[in-house]
């Protein structure tokens, strides 16, 4: 009897040492998960190439950095109220860093101010907000990138005539931007015309409607420029369907494939390309600095190029339109 009882407490003593292992592990998971940076990632909507690539840089710096990385968009990039829930969602859910592409300058700016309010820090990318609590700027120079615009522009229309803008959301920090950068340059040129202004809402049947109806209207419009990935689309197809190609100049941003395409056929004369998988990444690394407490630049500049037939075989030039092809 005495031998059963001791094999019983020796048993209990086992059961109970294991039990305490797995405790232990089992903390020191949670632990091990719980200490692991949380970095939301809010852009303006949820498809388009340039988005992607966006995406594609961030998910690499996550990795490295070790970070999980909730990337989040509304599906229209007009819907800022869409992205001022995804913020408070953040906030509720006591993310470390947030990264924000701020769809509306002004109408971001309380929610940006409230997760600083709550030891949120917050840094730009792509488009800013108008927050004196965001702590860096990650993107293009989007004033530079629409004078760049309007001196190829010139150099293909001359300094007489009328020209188009198909711009995407107006109140977006980049979309303003690059129109005053394009306006600015233009007004030095008294008898080049500014025939018509158009918001597509970054929505490419829009555009491609809204540039069908300008050369409608203006049916000797010499030049176009558009101002983002989805309004370079439907301007481009509507140039291309209505027989205008090579006629009606038209400059792009971004580089998607179909503008690839119609930049080889003549109907793109040049593109203003940004650093998308540049921005992605160093907004992460960057939320990592920033989680951990130390201090960043304000800016970092990532630039953009004109690219066109002439220069787009360029080594450096191939890198930034096909960025994962080693």
Same mark, same amino acid.
């Given at each position: ?18 039990? *305490?292992? /797995? ?8 632990? &091990? ?40 968009? @509304? ?31 002004? *109408? ?7 997760? +600083?309010?709550?030891?949120? %820090?917050?840094? +730009? ?47 977006? #920090?980049?979309?303003? $931007? ?11 040129? %008294? ?10 809402? +970054?929505?490419? #049947? ?23 990935? &989805? ?25 998607? @494939? ?17 650093? @998308? ?11 990592? $600095? ?24 360029? %080594? ?6 096909? %960025? /994962?092809?080693?």
């Amino acid at each position: 009897m005495k031998i059963k009882k001791l094999i019983l407490r020796l048993s209990v003593m086992i059961i109970l040492f294991i039990s *305490a292992g /797995f405790c232990s592990s089992s903390i020191d998971l949670r632990a &091990e998960e719980e200490s692991v940076t949380l970095v939301s990632m809010i852009v303006k909507m949820d498809h388009g190439d340039y988005w992607k690539t966006i995406k594609m840089g961030a998910e690499v710096a996550a990795k490295e950095y070790n970070v999980k990385l909730d990337f989040m968009a @509304p599906a229209n990039e007009n819907d800022y109220k869409g992205q001022i829930a995804l913020m408070e969602q953040s906030i509720h859910n006591g993310t470390d860093a947030i990264i924000l592409s701020a769809s509306d300058y002004m *109408a971001l700016a309380q929610v940006t101010d409230q997760a +600083s309010y709550y030891g949120i %820090p917050v840094l +730009s990318m792509d488009a800013e907000v108008a927050s004196a609590k965001v702590k860096s700027y990650i993107g293009a120079n989007n004033y530079e990138a629409g004078q760049k615009a309007a001196e190829r522009l010139v150099e293909l229309t001359g300094t007489e005539g009328e020209i188009g803008i198909i711009n995407f959301v107006k109140g977006a #920090r980049n979309a303003d $931007q690059r129109e005053e950068g394009f306006m600015d340059y233009i007004a030095r040129f %008294p008898d080049l015309k500014i025939a018509d202004i158009e918001y597509c809402g +970054s929505d490419e #049947r829009l555009a491609d409607t809204l540039t069908r109806t300008m050369i409608h209207e203006f049916p000797n419009i010499k030049g176009i420029v558009a101002l983002n990935a &989805e309004a370079s689309i439907g301007a481009g197809k509507a140039i291309d369907e209505l027989g205008y190609g090579g006629k009606t100049k038209l400059i792009t941003f971004d580089n998607p @494939p179909e503008m690839m395409e119609k930049l080889q056929e003549g109907t793109v004369q040049a593109m203003v390309v940004q650093n @998308p998988y540049s921005n992605g990444y160093l907004a992460v690394s960057s939320a990592v $600095q920033l989680a951990e407490g130390n201090s960043i630049p304000e800016r970092f500049d990532t630039g953009t190029k004109l690219i066109d037939l002439d220069n787009m075989l360029w %080594p450096d030039n191939q890198k930034l339109l096909f %960025p /994962f092809i080693k």
